[in-house]
Structures are given as C-alpha cells and as structure tokens.
C-alpha cells in the first residue's frame, strides 16, 4: 500500500477559480503572485498585485474582495475546507 503524495497548489481548493479571476481583472499580470499553503486551519492564499491593480482587487468599499471570499467560502464549503484570502500590500519602490 503506498501513500498518497502530498497535495500540489494546483489541487487546493479555490486556486484555479482565484488564479482565473485576478488573471481577467489585473492589468499587470506579470505582477501578480498567488501563493497557496494548506495547514491546520485550512487553506491560505496569498494575493499579490501591483500598486496600479490594487483598487480593481479591492473594489469600491471592498466589494470586489469581499465577493471573491464569499465565492471561496462556497467553494471551500463545498470540499470541507476553510479557505481564507490574505491581500499584502504593494510594494513601495
């Protein structure tokens, strides 16, 4: 009997929908940075975007974000995980 392999990014809940939808909403894809961890508590991505993009990702008074982790709640609930969206400031050069 062999164990199973750990689980790649790419099998985490939610990823694959998050990574389509900041794809068509970011201008500067090549500043976008997702990162994906699986712990205890559930399921952690991590969202990096441009200083230009950050107002499209928020929305206007958050609605954007706060509509993309109500899809991923859905989506986590749906696989029996918890799936929480972190958003890290842009980097001022």
Known sequence: MSADPPPTPSDLPGLSFLRFVLESLVEDKDELKIEAVRDNLGVLLTVSVSSND????????????????????????????????????????
């Open 54 to 93: 950050m107002g499209k990702l928020i929305g206007r008074g958050g609605q954007t974000v706060k509509a993309l982790r109500t899809l991923l709640r859905i989506i986590g609930g749906n696989t029996s995980e918890r799936i929480n969206l972190k958003i890290l400031e842009p980097q001022v050069a």
